[in-house]
């Protein structure tokens, strides 16, 4: 409709969005290993202000799960575990955010988001900085979500005992299995207070 309104000449501003315009978050909803069921965002949360170019400034919005937006990062555990609660959801358990990622529910699936084989052109994982949420169409998980192997690590765990940050970031290339960091060395940030430019986030809901 946006496209045909713009090609009628009835909006001013094509290249922006209309003033209230929310643009909707992406998600896909998967089985758990426990017989429930869970939502989890297709894209690394991002600011309410970000675009293509900037990951914005506005600390106290509610993240987003939305294309064409560069990630969320320097925020700690609890911050992002907030930040989700503003959404009115929370952060993914260890074993949503890996099911998603590997593709299978239980203890088992893919190596990476994109497969058993690693291929380094397929994600954002070999220190060129932090892109734009599925900028690399390659880099997407059969459940449907996109860089969970590269580009940012993620926050994860309900509580700060079971908290760590996975995935691995844009310069992580030994680093980015959908199991990292479990008995990695190294690119692993301390969930209680710690933060990093390569330390994001995505969220996580109960249908």
Same mark, same amino acid.
């Given at each position: 409709?946006?496209?045909?309104?713009?090609?009628?000449?009835?909006?001013?501003?094509?290249?922006?969005?209309?003033?209230?315009?929310?643009?909707?978050?992406?998600?896909?909803?998967?089985?758990?290993?426990?017989?429930?069921?869970?939502?989890?965002?297709?894209?690394?949360?991002?600011?309410?202000?970000?675009? @293509?170019?900037?990951?914005?400034?506005?600390?106290?919005?509610?993240?987003?799960?939305?294309?064409?937006?560069?990630?969320?990062?320097?925020? &700690?555990?609890?911050?992002?575990? @907030?930040?989700?609660?503003?959404?009115?959801?929370?952060?993914?358990?260890?074993?949503?955010?890996?099911?998603?990622?590997?593709?299978?529910?239980?203890?088992?699936?893919?190596?990476?988001?994109?497969?058993?084989?690693?291929?380094?052109?397929?994600?954002?994982?070999?220190?060129?900085?932090?892109?734009?949420?599925?900028?690399?169409?390659?880099?997407? @998980?059969?459940?449907?979500?996109?860089?969970?192997?590269?580009?940012?690590?993620?926050?994860?765990?309900?509580?700060?005992?079971?908290? &760590?940050?996975?995935?691995? &970031?844009?310069?992580?290339?030994?680093?980015?299995?959908?199991? &990292?960091?479990?008995?990695?060395?190294?690119?692993?940030?301390?969930?209680?207070?710690?933060?990093?430019?390569?330390?994001?986030?995505?969220?996580?809901?109960?249908?």
């Amino acid at each position: 409709m946006r496209g045909l309104l713009c090609a009628l000449g009835l909006l001013v501003a094509c290249g922006e969005e209309p003033p209230g315009f929310v643009v909707p978050d992406r998600e896909v909803c998967l089985k758990n290993r426990f017989g429930g069921d869970y939502c989890i965002d297709v894209y690394e949360a991002s600011r309410r202000d970000a675009d @293509a170019a900037s990951p914005g400034v506005e600390d106290e919005s509610a993240p987003a799960s939305i294309e064409g937006r560069v990630p969320w990062t320097g925020i &700690s555990w609890a911050g992002a575990r @907030a930040a989700c609660a503003r959404k009115k959801k929370r952060l993914c358990d260890r074993e949503e955010w890996l099911d998603a990622c590997d593709g299978v529910v239980g203890p088992a699936g893919n190596t990476f988001a994109y497969g058993n084989m690693e291929d380094k052109t397929r994600c954002n994982t070999e220190g060129g900085g932090v892109q734009a949420g599925g900028a690399r169409a390659t880099c997407k @998980a059969a459940t449907g979500t996109f860089d969970q192997s590269g580009n940012v690590w993620e926050w994860t765990g309900a509580e700060l005992a079971t908290a &760590s940050a996975r995935g691995g &970031s844009f310069r992580s290339t030994r680093t980015h299995q959908c199991t &990292s960091p479990e008995g990695q060395v190294g690119d692993v940030i301390d969930p209680n207070g710690g933060t990093s430019p390569e330390v994001g986030f995505r969220c996580c809901r109960d249908p």
